[in-house]
């Protein structure tokens, strides 16, 4: 067995689906999963949303009504059985927690990979704009060609499907980073200071404080922390902007673009 990554990303035209018609209508607008279980019987997934206001109310529209599959391409205009539920928000952003049931011919993405490639399939999806991209981990290429079949048969109007990638996993490994892996001395300034209030609006201790409290100068305390911070802001905008918006990704034999426009 050797895991292989599958990315592709499907570009979306107005009024062919009313989740991405909200991400349309708000650019600003993106979501990206953090856990997602795919059985043949349904898919499980929680998903970080983050957004104005006004967008993320009218998504919560979107899922309070029957809606067709979102996660399905085909030309089927197949209804779904959907749970959705908010179980944690803040201003501007929120985690969802949504169920989908795979009954009859009408089946999702996630789903139709399992078909063909078998078991243990991990899934991830970012939305933005028009595009949602997906990222597969597969146990093996096999049966890859017939996914990539079935997606180009069931394409409807108004998608266009862009296969960008199906190499050894590269994304996966890169994006698992945890704030362990800054250097231990970085690691405990930033954990002390969060302890102590110093990210906190007004703070509850300075720069200077908390350097006596870590028993280390205040220049060094500074460069630990500048140091940590910017590691932690790349990486951020690495996993939040820049797979979906990257053009450098090149596929093994290069990109395929499969659409059919519902003009």
Same mark, same amino acid.
């Given at each position: ?5 599958? $990315? ?12 991405? !018609?909200?991400?349309? !209508?708000?650019? %600003? ?11 043949? !019987? ?12 006004t967008a993320l109310e009218q998504l919560d529209d979107v ?10 391409? /085909? ?18 952003? =929120? ?23 078998? +078991? ?7 939305? +933005? ?5 997906? @990222?597969?981990?597969?146990? &093996? *290429?096999? /049966? ?9 048969? %069931?394409? =409807? ?6 296969? @960008? ?8 490994? !890169? ?42 100068? =205040?220049?060094?305390?500074?460069? =630990?922390?500048?140091?940590? %911070?910017?590691? $932690? ?5 690495? @996993? &939040? ?5 990257? *053009?450098?990704?090149?596929? %093994? ?7 059919? &426009?519902?003009?």
């Amino acid at each position: 067995m050797y895991m292989r990554e599958f $990315i592709f990303t499907i570009d979306y035209e107005r009024n062919v689906d009313p989740v991405m !018609d909200v991400f349309i !209508d708000y650019p %600003e607008t993106h979501s990206r999963t953090i856990a997602c279980n795919v059985t043949r !019987d349904g898919m499980w997934r929680l998903e970080r949303v983050a957004g104005p206001e006004t967008a993320l109310e009218q998504l919560d529209d979107v899922y309070d009504d029957p809606v067709r599959c979102t996660e399905c391409i /085909g030309t089927r205009n197949c209804k779904t059985d959907w749970t959705y539920e908010v179980i944690g928000s803040d201003p501007g952003a =929120r985690t969802v927690y949504s169920y989908r049931s795979e009954a009859g011919d009408c089946h999702s993405i996630p789903r139709l990979a399992i078909d063909h490639v078998g +078991r243990g399939v991990l899934v991830e999806t970012e939305r +933005r704009g028009s595009r949602c991209e997906w @990222r597969l981990l597969l146990c &093996s *290429d096999a /049966g890859v060609d017939g996914l990539f079949e079935e997606m180009k048969s %069931e394409l =409807r109007e108004g998608l266009t499907v862009e296969f @960008r990638q199906l190499s050894s996993p590269s994304y996966w490994v !890169d994006e698992a980073v945890t704030l362990a892996e800054l250097p231990p001395e970085q690691q405990a300034a930033v954990e002390a200071a969060v302890e102590h209030g110093y990210y906190r609006t007004p703070r509850d201790t300075s720069l200077t404080d908390l350097a006596e409290t870590l028993d280390v100068s =205040r220049s060094t305390l500074q460069y =630990r922390l500048q140091r940590a %911070e910017a590691w $932690i802001v790349r990486s951020f905008v690495t @996993r &939040s902007m820049g797979p979906v918006q990257a *053009d450098e990704d090149v596929a %093994e034999g290069g990109r395929l673009r499969i659409g059919r &426009s519902g003009v």
